[in-house]
């Protein structure tokens, strides 16, 4: 049968649908993972000014450890626009593979409704057949009535 032709491609599809939301959902924490390591980053620095601050010894040590924090700030930020891209390409895939599932899942159903509306009209053209049947008998006389 045609019909059971997409089942195979929907539950092929589905499956697809569902590994790039596993992946889409990867690339999120890793992108929160990301900002999270920056938002730490910055605590970081803000506690070594505080320390700084307070305590001129460690003050000579600080515009090293900034040098650091901003190359850690270049790196991490980097990171996170590719992971904002690989987001982006994920989310995209996934609504491709999303649009292609309901278009199968459409046209199966537009399948299923046509062979219903089928059988339906097969039924009727052989209970009309049965009444013709019926009714020629009848009008010939050789209906279960015609026996008595």
Do not use: C, W
């Not at 999120?28 to 700084?52: G, I, K, M, P, T």
């Not at 850690?72 to 987001?87: M, Y």
């Not at 046509?114 to 339906?120: N, V």
């Amino acid at each position: 049968m045609a019909g059971k032709d997409l089942h195979g491609l929907i539950r092929l599809t589905r499956h697809q649908v569902d590994e790039r939301r596993r992946a889409l959902g990867a690339k999120l924490r890793a992108l929160h993972d990301l900002e999270e390591q920056s938002r730490r980053l910055e605590e970081r620095l803000v506690a070594e000014q505080d320390v700084a601050a307070r305590r001129p010894e460690f003050a000579i040590t600080y515009g090293a450890f900034a040098d650091g924090v901003n190359l850690a700030r270049e790196r991490l930020a980097q990171s996170i626009t590719r992971a904002e891209l690989e987001v982006q390409v994920a989310q995209d895939n996934l609504g491709i593979a999303y649009r292609e599932l309901k278009t199968y899942e459409e046209s199966q159903r537009l399948r299923d409704e046509r062979s219903r509306r089928e059988e339906t009209r097969r039924e009727q053209a052989d209970l009309d057949e049965i009444g013709q049947n019926i009714h020629r008998r009848r009008d010939n006389g050789t209906g279960a009535d015609s026996n008595s």
